[in-house]
């Protein structure tokens, strides 16, 4: 097994001091200032260290840009890219994180943050040990992106002319260090108004348009249709689901039980390893939608208008197994005595959208559990792994 010069208790230091910041999506400003903090303090040159301005491009209000790092090489090769993303799901605001064992854990009463405080420690880490022990390695950007939980949005709205033309990239974005996400579904988002008829339910119901009888009768439609959950169809595979089903700003569809329902907002999504299927998903959504618009009708025959709307969030990617990216990454995890484990994700990465910017990237995990969840906890054996890994991903000694 390869040797690496990685101080371990300084890398877990780094994680615990991340987690300890909260960053929830859109909300990364101290976050980021913590991480060039700690870049700095392991010898990177504030120079060395950058936001760019793809907050002023995402949709949604977001504090600050992507964060990146230059690290000139010291020896001549082609650039290369680890990336990260700052930001937690809101589930873990206020975490308090303690060491347990070989584990760090929340208190139980929210999220901890390991997705993605684990890839922030290994790409401080990473420059640390490369500095410390003037390691011999290429140029490398690192990339510490905003809003990943939220849509990926980050990644989207970098100018890939920001990143120093890399050749591959290393996303930190994983959970067991043994598996190698190189590809991920692709996701298309859907949402549709209903506009009924407002009538006093108990003295004239016949006479209102129910637009919850019609988004129930349409979500019946499409589960019929084969359209709603998992979906395999002769021309292609993906999964869809309806998260909300409500009414304006985030309240109910309805104000009360005598008054047929006016207004229902549905939104879902549709996602396939093919971009053309997961549109067709969607359209199966819009149909089922059209076949209950023309079903539910007053006593007079009018029907409710329906706006149905869908539009891209992500592409799929695959990066090909005898590519650069996922060779190197296969030899470097063998060298540490990793048998890797190749994966197709279900849901969607930085990764997505750095393939599409042509920067062909796979993914590292480095000890994340249970995320998204109260349950959460990182491994830290794990992370020292994964960190280790990227040391080898970046000096080439594998």
């Not at 709205?157 to 974005?173: H, I, Q, R, T, Y």
């Not at 190189?182 to 339910?201: D, F, M, R």
């Not at 059209?290 to 869908?310: C, L, S, T, W």
Request: glycine share 10%.
């Amino acid at each position: 097994m390869t040797s690496i010069p990685l101080d371990a208790a300084s890398a877990e230091a780094h994680l615990m001091r991340f987690l300890k910041v909260e960053g929830v999506t859109g909300e990364e400003a101290a976050i980021a200032a913590a991480v060039a903090d700690e870049l700095v303090k392991v010898g990177v040159p504030a120079s060395a260290i950058r936001y760019d301005d793809a907050h002023t491009r995402i949709p949604l209000p977001t504090q600050t840009g992507n964060l990146i790092v230059d690290l000139p090489g010291t020896v001549a090769g082609p650039r290369i890219m680890f990336a990260t993303h700052l930001d937690t799901v809101p589930l873990c605001a206020g975490a308090k994180p303690r060491v347990e064992g070989r584990r760090i854990v929340a208190d139980g009463t929210t999220a901890l943050g390991g997705d993605n405080r684990t890839g922030c420690g290994l790409l401080v880490s990473l420059a640390e040990t490369l500095i410390k022990n003037k390691l011999p390695h290429p140029p490398i950007t690192l990339l510490f992106t905003v809003r990943e939980e939220s849509g990926l949005h980050g990644a989207r709205e970098l100018k890939a002319s920001d990143l120093g033309s890399p050749a591959m990239c290393f996303n930190v974005d994983g959970q067991r260090p043994e598996d190698l996400i190189i590809g991920a579904i692709g996701q298309e988002n859907w949402e549709v108004e209903i506009h009924g008829k407002a009538t006093h339910a108990g003295l004239a119901p016949e006479k209102g348009i129910s637009a919850t009888l019609v988004g129930a009768t349409a979500l019946a439609e499409a589960a019929k249709a084969g359209w709603f959950g998992k979906v395999t169809k002769p021309d292609g595979y993906g999964t869809s689901n309806v998260g909300i089903f409500g009414g304006r700003n985030g309240k109910s569809s309805g104000d009360a039980t005598n008054v047929v329902t006016d207004y229902t907002f549905v939104r879902g999504e549709a996602r396939s390893p093919e971009s053309a299927f997961a549109t067709k998903i969607a359209e199966g959504f819009k149909e089922a939608f059209a076949k209950a618009q023309a079903q539910v009708k007053n006593v007079d025959g009018e029907a409710a208008k329906i706006e149905f709307r869908h539009v891209p969030a992500y592409p799929p990617f695959r990066v090909p197994e005898d590519a650069a990216a996922t060779r190197i990454a296969v030899k470097a995890m063998e060298a540490l005595g990793i048998k890797p484990n190749l994966i197709f994700s279900p849901g969607g990465l930085d990764a997505n959208w750095l393939d599409k910017h042509g920067i062909p990237t796979v993914t590292i995990g480095a000890g994340q559990r249970e995320v998204h969840t109260i349950n959460e906890y990182v491994e830290l054996d794990e992370y020292v792994t994964g960190c280790k890994l990227a040391v080898l991903l970046a000096t080439g000694a594998h």
